[in-house]
């Protein structure tokens, strides 16, 4: 196999240098985690429940995040109807919300799927935990991730809006 | 005509060998650095040369074809981006042709153009962290081994920019839906795509310098070779059928997506070893940036789903029906069979089963293998490039 003898290698391994020598001078190729601002506009990573434009907490507790998960992560506990002060109109609410970060595979159906646009995605990825329980988002950490984390480019209805703009042109 | 060595057997029964030589049976894997996943190969060694050869995958299991019987057909997308987890964007692709097909759907132009360019990146990709790998797996001879690597992610790392810049996810990206694409092309994606091919590009020079280093070829030429009418029986497909010298590729033969509005040209190479292989990989990395190229000025404008966007759980329901879609992806052809759920199972399938391209490459191992040193080993598997989440889903 190996009859290949010779002065040969003298060259091959020259042209080796050669390659890694002008890659010597040329930027790093490693980075570190990469802090949200860097990262594309559309970078998708955690979730923020978040408020209306009256300032009422904007999830109805319609579930349909809850349906559509195929992990099964969501978990929408659905409150009674109350009178929207804003509004005037009857609205549904939500007494508890439970997002467990663990399995959720970032698929962005639930907020795909959200009529009134109340679960959104962030940009900041989760950092490790040091217990499970860090990892599941309750109620409170996903509103308070609403102020606290960036949120990203889209919402349900930014999502239709990109898929079917046929609307816009009728209109 | 060239000589094949002589079709090794299998199965024959380890016992018969030689009483006198001294045998050893010797396990690799199930956690080896170059398995690309989990896998078992149980070798039998006479010396150092392999007289037998028994894989055993499974250790990957995640059960794919029967949770695919119980989401429905908006819910199985995320969950196909995870069995090849070296070319998400294709397997994505595959379900949602089945899907199509078995619905009726009607895919935009503009979704089909997209779909080819994005099938084409992530075949750059995915080519590329196979040659990482494959030549660490081969050897800390080559440039240091690690070095290759560092390269090749360096590019491919631009490449998963473009990703994340289109669907907001660097890997599972859940891009596609029944009739369409979820996520249409930022402003300004196109030049960047430009760019990074014009990146990439002089790279496939360097890669190409491999092939007249003296350490590369001795440790590939002639190692595995898989004669073509072998590699026909046992129904490989992709990159490791066409180094065998089999002129075959769905995407010019049976075109599915855009495929049919320009002329692919396919990597051919009658080596049939380790050589061959590689040979034909970074030949179709070129063809890939030639295709993007051709593709980037035939995106049209309109709609990107024909169907209407994704709103319910149950918005897709199929009559019974079955339907059989191949398409190419990096590894070769990715097949889903899928029966339709009829009127009981409403939006979700009867049954779906996928057919890997890894799972037949794997089949080639206790046919190469024997005949070869114990380092081979690598090489050989390095070169099929089965992905073991594939094999086992
Ligand atoms: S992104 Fe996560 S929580 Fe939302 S539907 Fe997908 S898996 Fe469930
Ligand atoms: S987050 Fe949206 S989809 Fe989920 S329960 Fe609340 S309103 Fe419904």
Known sequence: ?171 | MTEFPPRVDPHFDIEEYDPEADLMALNMGPQHPSTHGVMRIKLFLDGETIVKAVPYPGYLHRGVEKLCEKLTYVQITPIFDKHDYVAPMTNEQAINLAFEKLLGLEVPLRARVLRTILAELQRIASHLLWLGTFTLDIGGTIGGGASMMMYTFREREMILDLFEALTGCRFHYNTHCPGGNRHDVPEGWETVVKAVLDAIEPRFDEYEALCDNDIFLVRTEGIGVLPPDLALELGQTGPVLRASGVDHDLRRDAPYHAYDLVDVRVAVDDGCDSLARYKVRVAEMRESVRLVRLLLPMLPQGPIVGSKPIKSLIQFKAAAGQVYVGMETPRGELGTYLIGGGDQRGAAPYRCKIRPPSLHAMAALPYLLPGHFLSDVVTVLGSLDPIMGEVDR
């Open chain 1, 1 to 171: 196999m190996s009859s290949r003898v010779g002065l040969n290698w003298i060259w091959q391994s020259a042209k080796a240098m050669i390659v890694t020598g002008k890659h010597l001078f040329e930027p790093r190729t490693t980075e570190g985690l990469r802090p949200a601002e860097s990262r594309a506009p559309r970078y998708r990573a955690s979730f923020a429940l978040v408020h209306n434009e009256h300032g009422e907490e904007a999830c109805i507790g319609c579930k349909l995040c809850e349906k559509i998960c195929p992990s099964d992560v969501i978990t929408v506990v659905g409150g009674p109807k109350e009178l929207s002060e804003a509004t005037g109109k009857k609205r549904g609410t939500c007494t508890d919300f439970v997002l467990d970060l663990q399995a959720c595979i970032i698929c962005e159906l639930c907020v795909q799927v959200c009529p009134v646009d109340a679960i959104l995605m962030v940009r900041e990825q989760e950092v490790p935990g040091y217990s499970r329980e860090d990892l599941v988002l309750t109620m409170d950490k996903l509103y308070a991730n609403e102020h606290d984390k960036a949120l990203y480019w889209g919402s349900g209805s930014a999502l239709m809006e990109m898929q079917n703009p046929k609307k816009e042109a009728s209109s």
